[in-house]
């Protein structure tokens, strides 16, 4: 007998881009609405600036001169400090989300926001980006750019 195949169970994956607390409440609000599956996969991050734009060169990395070195790890205790504030504003904006939301890590990603978003879009296969807006000016979106805009395109 020729059967067809029961329907395929994929779960629903969404992606919820956290920026910064002063706009994550209506975000909270918006996935709070909606009825989820219970197969819903949840996932919150957030992007933080890399600490160098591009890897240091050889020659800065074999200095020994001791002020060189104080500097360097002042800038790497500031990169750590701002990775525990990004964690703890990330894990603190999920704690009001869905439970689909609190059943999976976090994910705290170093680079450009756009990039980052659309590498995880890719690799979990999303369905579904929830993404914060500034409002920024004409001017400022004009120079700046806006993640949600690149993301979109």
């Known amino acids: 007998a020729n059967r067809s195949p029961g329907p395929l169970t994929r779960h629903m994956h969404v992606l919820a881009a956290y920026d910064a607390p002063r706009f994550a409440q209506p975000a909270v609000e918006l996935l709070n609405k909606f009825s989820w599956p219970p197969e819903t996969v949840g996932t919150v991050m957030t992007v933080v600036q890399q600490m160098f734009i591009a890897q ?29 504030v990004a964690r703890a504003e990330l894990e603190n904006f999920r704690t009001g989300l869905p439970d689909c939301f609190l059943a999976h890590d976090t994910i705290v990603a170093e680079g450009r926001p756009a990039e980052q978003i659309i590498a995880q879009i890719r690799e979990r296969a999303i369905d579904l980006v929830v993404l914060g807006s500034r409002s920024r000016g004409a001017v400022k979106r004009l120079l700046l750019g806006s993640t949600t805009e690149q993301v979109l395109r």
């Open 56 to 84: 240091l060169p050889d020659w800065v990395k074999r200095q020994r001169d001791p002020d060189v070195a104080a500097m360097a790890s002042a800038w790497e205790e500031e990169h750590q400090q701002n990775l525990q």
